[in-house]
C-alpha cells in the first residue's frame, strides 16, 4: 500500500468508525509518516470488516468501494468527492470552483475600471486588449487587472479550504432515534482535514 494512498485508508477508516459507531484502536503503527491502527491494517488487507444493517445503500457502496482489498481498485478522493452519497445535499461553499478566466473572453467589468482609470472609451481598451502591441498602457492595465483578480480569487479558495474545520464545528451529527447519520459536512471536512485528523506528520 503505497503512501498515496494513506489519505484514503485514514478517511475511509474514520468514515467506516463513525457510521459504525465503533471505538477507535489503540494499536498503532507508523506507515509513511501517518499513524494507522494495526487492527485496521490487518482489515483492509484481508478485507474482513461488518458494516451495519442500517446504513443506506448508497453509503453501503460507498464503504466498499473505499475498503477494497486491492488499493489500485480501492477510491481514490476524486472517487470520493463523485460518488452519489458524497454529492447529495453538498453545499456548494465547501467546494468553490477557482477562478478560470479565459482569454478569449473579455471581461467587461475589467473594462470599465480601466476607462474609469484612464478616461478612456471602452472602445479604445477593447482596440488595445486585441492589438499585438504588448507595451501599450492599456492592455497592460487590463492584464494586471485580471491577473489580481485570479490570485484574489485563488487566495480566497485556500483561505475557505483552510477555515473548513471550522464549518466542521457547525455540522456534527444529526442525531435520529435509531443511529448517528454521517452528514456531509462532516465528510467533507475529513476529506480537506484528514492529516489533522487522524494524521501525524513526521
Known amino acids: 500500500m503505497g503512501s ?20 477507535c484502536m489503540l494499536d498503532l503503527r507508523w506507515m509513511s509518516g501517518h499513524v494507522v491502527s494495526c487492527g485496521i491494517i490487518r482489515k483492509i488487507k484481508s478485507g474482513v470488516f461488518q458494516i451495519p444493517d442500517y446504513l443506506n445503500q448508497s453509503v453501503v457502496r460507498l464503504l466498499l468501494y473505499m475498503l477494497m482489498v486491492d488499493p489500485m481498485k480501492r477510491a481514490t478522493i476524486e472517487d470520493i468527492k463523485k460518488h452519489e452519497w458524497f454529492q447529495k445535499d453538498l453545499p456548494a461553499y465547501l467546494f468553490p470552483p477557482p477562478y478560470d478566466h479565459d482569454n478569449s473572453v473579455i471581461d467587461q467589468e475589467t473594462i470599465a475600471e480601466v476607462c474609469e482609470k484612464f478616461q478612456v472609451e471602452s472602445s479604445e481598451v477593447q482596440s488595445a486588449i486585441l492589438s499585438e502591441d504588448q507595451h501599450n498602457q492599456l492592455k497592460i492595465a487590463y492584464n494586471l487587472i485580471v491577473d489580481n483578480k485570479r490570485l484574489h480569487a485563488t487566495a480566497m479558495y485556500s483561505t475557505m479550504k483552510d477555515s473548513e474545520h471550522i464549518i466542521f464545528t457547525k455540522h456534527q451529527y444529526i442525531f435520529t432515534t435509531h443511529q448517528h447519520i454521517f452528514t456531509m459536512q462532516h465528510l467533507n471536512s475529513l476529506l480537506v482535514n484528514t492529516s489533522s485528523l487522524l494524521n501525524i506528520s513526521t
Do not use: E, G
Open 4 to 23: 498515496s494512498c494513506v489519505p484514503v485508508v485514514a478517511l475511509q477508516t474514520t468514515l467506516h468508525q463513525r457510521l459504525s459507531q465503533a471505538s
